[in-house]
């Protein structure tokens, strides 16, 4: 489309749909205006340089106004004229980069610094592999429609989502920082409907993971139990420091860098959790409570996972180390602990107190999520000392036989006595 440009054309200019638009200056030859689906409006002019044709960027309205556009754009038409083009420092058309170069800078730039799990954001972003050599404006929706087909048809919906979620906020930022000038999965939808886990361990199946952690060495065993005890998230568990314990005290004080919603998070420890973590060595010049290398915390999730899984009743449901922190937050709600002090035990936004009340107020509700703690550890300690319905019975058995032998050893002795 052509017209002869103005300022009042310019401001009533309307986002694109679905695909950016161009608008041609009648005045200035080559002088045009893009319009992206935000709204955005960037000025360039089409020239033909050393035999090339090419689109030079001069700069966003109204940051650059129409008078200094076309100005501009003469300037850049005369130098090309009079062969001065390349010695000017203009850029000629704009360099648009690919996807794999871009998703490196996006992980160091943007990922790192905001996000915590940004190493599942990475790992995410692998499943686009096969668009790295594809520059970022030639990468349509069909393109990553078929990437993420191709994740369900592996049997991994959820997994498309995440995908589809990564790639969004990769395209998002490239907008941002003027790589691009829309992002092509702006309206893509998550393809799969998740349903919110509900899932909540039995006692059977509490008593079982109990029984294995008796039987698993540092560092796995005691994480277990006091991923059980405390209802926290697996990370922080694991990435537990000793500088954040106060043993004496019994608290165990998690900083907003290591916690979902960047909150520092008290958590008052129970005895019996305090008990576990006395027991344990300390590695030399390290900070980890679990590890195995002193440099790092744990990690093999996805092994311990499959051997527990051997110790559990055949008909086990599927089960996540989170559905831990599920089934710590429903024993406290049977337990009579309140729905307020649950969410501030497990650090959800409903139980934090936030604002002001937040900077001053660092062991909010911190007498009742001790009482909470400590009256889940005592229920913890009773159903794992309870017998499951498994060996109920074969327990019984061994019990009736116990009183006829021990009645033959007394009478031995007493015979043995009488001789």
């Not at 044709?53 to 200094?68: F, H, M, T």
């Not at 754009?73 to 420092?89: Q, V």
Request: charged share 25%.
């Amino acid at each position: 489309m052509k017209q002869t440009l103005t300022t009042k054309s310019l401001d009533a200019m309307k986002p694109a749909a679905v695909k950016r638009y161009e608008v041609r200056d009648a005045k200035v030859n080559g002088l045009h205006v893009r319009v992206s689906t935000t709204g955005a409006r960037m000025f360039y002019t089409m020239s033909r340089a050393n035999g090339k044709r090419r689109r030079i960027k001069i700069g966003p309205y109204p940051v650059i106004s129409l008078a200094d556009a076309r100005r501009r754009a003469m300037e850049i038409a005369r130098s090309i004229e009079l062969g001065e083009f390349d010695e000017t420092p203009e850029i000629p058309e704009e360099t648009v980069t690919t996807l794999g170069v871009v998703i490196p800078q996006f992980i160091e730039l943007h990922a790192k610094p905001n996000t915590k799990d940004w190493k599942r954001t990475q790992s995410v972003l692998r499943k686009f592999d096969g668009l790295n050599d594809r520059h970022l404006d030639q990468i349509k929706r069909q393109d990553v429609t078929k990437v993420l087909d191709g994740i369900i048809a592996n049997g991994t919906p959820t997994r498309a989502n995440r995908a589809l979620s990564a790639i969004k906020k990769l395209m998002n930022w490239c907008v941002m920082r003027g790589d691009i000038e829309t992002s092509p999965v702006a309206l893509l939808r998550p393809p799969t409907r998740e349903i919110q886990r509900d899932r909540v361990l039995t006692d059977d199946e509490i008593r079982a993971i109990w029984r294995h952690s008796e039987t698993e060495d540092y560092p796995f065993g005691p994480f277990l139990k006091l991923l059980m005890f405390t209802g926290q998230r697996r990370s922080e568990v694991s990435g537990m420091r000793w500088s954040e314990l106060n043993l004496d005290e019994g608290i165990w004080e998690l900083p907003a860098s290591r916690v979902k919603n960047a909150r520092l998070h008290i958590v008052p420890l129970p005895a019996q959790a305090v008990a576990i973590l006395q027991t344990l060595h300390r590695f030399l010049d390290s900070d980890f409570v679990f590890t195995t290398t002193g440099r790092s915390a744990i990690s093999g999730f996805g092994r311990l996972k499959e051997r527990i899984k051997a110790t559990l009743p055949e008909n086990t449901q599927d089960w996540r180390f989170h559905d831990f922190r599920r089934t710590a937050s429903t024993g406290m709600a049977k337990i009579g602990v309140m729905p307020h002090v649950i969410d501030a035990v497990t650090n959800h936004k409903s139980g934090v107190v936030s604002g002001v009340g937040a900077t001053y107020n660092r062991y909010t509700y911190l007498n009742e999520k001790r009482e909470a703690l400590e009256l889940w550890a005592s229920e913890l300690t009773k159903i794992t000392m309870k017998p499951s319905a498994t060996n109920a019975g074969r327990r019984s058995e061994q019990f009736s036989v116990l009183p006829t032998t021990t009645a033959f050893k007394n009478s031995g002795r007493d015979c043995a006595k009488s001789a």
